[in-house]
């Protein structure tokens, strides 16, 4: 499974991207898929999660109301829609597929729980 992550950016302050991550060689029907970003000098945090079944998705405090995680089956793809972007979402951002088939709790959070990682997009936001 190769997971590639695009539409990272430089942008100003309050603008938007959006962020897509495709798979190839398999597919995220059925799996629980994550973002996750590092900022320079800062360890991983969680940034958003769809579980499988598409009935949940949870955000990190500080993206909430400003990033949406949704996904196109039809295509593999995920996405994560950021608006009002901050110089504090400046990142590396990552796209993973969660370990498990059809799973979904609130280990969701914890960047352990996926196993398929994306090779990142760099978005930075200028002030």
């Known amino acids: 499974v190769q997971l590639q992550a695009s539409g990272g950016g430089l942008v100003q302050a309050g603008e938007s991207l959006r962020l897509s991550c495709t798979a190839s060689?398999?597919?995220?029907?059925?799996?629980?898929m994550g973002w996750f970003r590092q900022a320079p000098g800062k360890e991983r945090e969680f940034v958003a999660v769809d579980s499988y079944s598409g009935r949940t998705t949870k955000y990190a405090d500080s993206v909430k109301g400003r990033f949406t995680i949704s996904r196109d089956i039809a295509k593999n793809t995920v996405f994560l829609q950021m608006n009002s972007l901050k110089p504090e979402d400046t990142a590396l951002y990552h796209c993973a597929r969660h370990r498990r088939r059809q799973y979904y709790d609130n280990t969701a959070y914890y960047s352990g729980e996926y196993d398929y990682w994306g090779q990142g997009t760099l978005v930075t936001v200028s002030s």
């Open positions: 060689g398999s597919t995220f029907s059925g799996y629980t």
